[in-house]
């Protein structure tokens, strides 16, 4: 597959809503034949054998969500976007079907942590 097929994504890798601790994962997909899957399992292969991603291998990861697109409006929340839109759940469709484009920012977190922020969007220090 030549480069110019491949699309640009970034992946907020969160590991904790309240302290803000996320590293981003900078990845070329081919957005018409990668799916929803395909990319969790790539992200979690990453994330276990990147050494920059250490402190992130005891998160359990299973959900997407859309942060922002490029050229769209942006959250005023720093680790993740709020609203209820945006979730990844058919994991049989391709990134571009789930409406995902070049340079378009993830996150991927713990979904029972992020309902807990959720339901109380505190920071702490």
Same mark, same amino acid.
């Given at each position: 597959?030549?480069?110019?097929?491949?699309?640009? +994504?970034?992946?907020? +890798? +969160? /590991?904790?809503?309240?302290?803000?601790?996320?590293?981003?994962?900078?990845?070329?997909?081919?957005?018409?034949?990668?799916?929803?899957?395909?990319?969790?399992?790539?992200? /979690?292969? /990453?994330?276990?054998?990147?050494?920059?991603? /250490?402190?992130?291998?005891?998160?359990?990861?299973?959900?997407?969500? +859309?942060?922002?697109?490029?050229?769209?409006?942006?959250?005023?929340?720093?680790?993740?976007?709020?609203?209820?839109?945006?979730?990844?759940?058919?994991?049989?469709?391709?990134?571009?079907?789930?409406?995902?484009?070049?340079?378009?920012?993830?996150?991927?977190?713990?979904?029972?942590?992020?309902?807990?922020?959720?339901?109380?969007?505190?920071?702490?220090?």
């Amino acid at each position: 597959m030549s480069d110019s097929q491949l699309n640009i +994504i970034t992946v907020r +890798i +969160i /590991k904790n809503f309240e302290y803000r601790t996320c590293k981003n994962l900078i990845l070329k997909v081919d957005l018409a034949n990668t799916t929803i899957a395909e990319l969790k399992e790539l992200c /979690k292969q /990453k994330v276990m054998t990147e050494s920059g991603f /250490k402190p992130y291998r005891t998160v359990e990861l299973d959900t997407l969500k +859309i942060y922002t697109q490029a050229f769209g409006h942006k959250t005023q929340n720093l680790i993740i976007n709020l609203e209820d839109e945006g979730f990844l759940r058919d994991e049989q469709a391709t990134l571009e079907f789930a409406g995902i484009r070049n340079e378009t920012e993830l996150s991927f977190f713990n979904m029972a942590a992020y309902t807990a922020y959720a339901n109380d969007p505190k920071m702490a220090w």
